[in-house]
């Protein structure tokens, strides 16, 4: 009989665990809350969010991704349904539904539960502006849902949040949930212009909303080996932002771009190309970083 294709990819991911590619990972002190930011669209945040959140489920990490984008595309590179009116992330900012009702364990990767977003999303930027506390609407549901997984002696390890392209009510309230701003920087042209907006947001919401943010974890994507300006633009982000670069660069590939069309991540879709396991890298990179750091959040969360 034929497998069903939840069954395949079931299968297909036991097979990349047992081929000896992931080793469990040492889990954090506590559940580390990251927003996956950058203002500018297309610099690779969807496919960050997504690879890396898969890498880490399949390493033994339980991970939790929150699609913030209106396009739903982490959702869609799930697999996770988010058509208009299925329990979204919409439904949680803005009509209080508790996050565990949205949430859904993602078929590849059974470590992982994906909050899909729906094209609803696109209104809540406006409808948000009138609520109470509509910075903090994202936190507050975090919170309670995280502790409830705590309670069921199901501790999240890692929260990955994708954000749209903008600094608009929908990040700010990522910036304000989160601890640490996962940013990915393509190694292009202007790739370090307009990261001072950025910092500046980042600024401002520390002052007056979370202490705790900080950008702790950069990432290098769409690398292309062929061009000098490749190798320039990562000298210099390094050069700038030293130790929070992680070592991995993700390499421009074209599995990399056609995985999401087939509904998956690049690392179930083709488990031995070079984009795959530079995932798989960063995902150990960034877990093995954190896993000595004190515990910001202990007992909060
Ligand atoms: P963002 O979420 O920042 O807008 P995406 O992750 O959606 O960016 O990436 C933008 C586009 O680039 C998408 O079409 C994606 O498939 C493609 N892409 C992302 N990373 C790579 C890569 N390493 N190699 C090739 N294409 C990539
Ligand atoms: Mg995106």
Request: net charge negative.
């Amino acid at each position: 009989m034929e497998p069903t294709p939840i069954a395949a990819e079931a299968e297909r991911a036991t097979r990349i665990l047992t081929a000896g590619v992931a080793r469990v990972l040492p889990p954090p002190p506590a559940t580390r809350i990251m927003t996956v930011s950058n203002h500018k669209g297309g610099v690779g945040k969807t496919t960050t969010a997504v690879n890396v959140a898969v890498a880490l489920a399949l390493q033994g990490s339980r991970v939790v991704l929150v699609d913030l984008d209106p396009q739903g595309n982490a959702s869609t590179a799930l697999a996770v349904p988010h058509h208009s009116g299925v329990p979204s992330i919409y439904e949680v900012l803005v009509d209080g539904l508790p996050m565990a009702d949205a949430a859904v364990q993602v078929a590849a990767a059974p470590l992982l539960t994906c909050v899909p977003a729906s094209i609803d999303l696109a209104g809540a930027e406006i409808e948000l502006v009138s609520v109470v506390a509509r910075e903090s609407r994202l936190q507050r549901a975090l919170t309670a849902y995280l502790a409830g997984l705590s309670a069921a002696g199901r501790r999240a390890d890692y929260v990955l949040i994708d954000c749209p392209p903008s600094l608009g009510l929908l990040t700010l309230n990522a910036l304000v949930a989160a601890d640490e701003v996962f940013l990915p920087i393509q190694c292009e042209y202007y790739a370090l212009e307009g990261l001072e907006q950025l910092g500046k947001t980042i600024e401002r919401v520390r002052i007056h909303l979370n202490a705790d943010l900080h950008i702790s974890t950069i990432l290098l994507t769409m690398y292309d080996a062929r061009t000098r300006l490749a190798d320039q633009v990562a000298a210099e982000v390094r050069r700038f932002f030293g130790d929070k670069v992680l070592d991995s660069v993700i390499p421009r590939s074209v599995r990399v771009s056609e995985a999401p069309g087939f509904g998956q991540s690049v690392i179930t879709y083709d488990p031995g190309s070079r984009g795959a396991l530079a995932y798989f890298e960063a995902a150990r990179d960034l877990a093995l970083r954190g896993a000595d750091r004190p515990a910001a959040h202990e007992g909060q969360r």
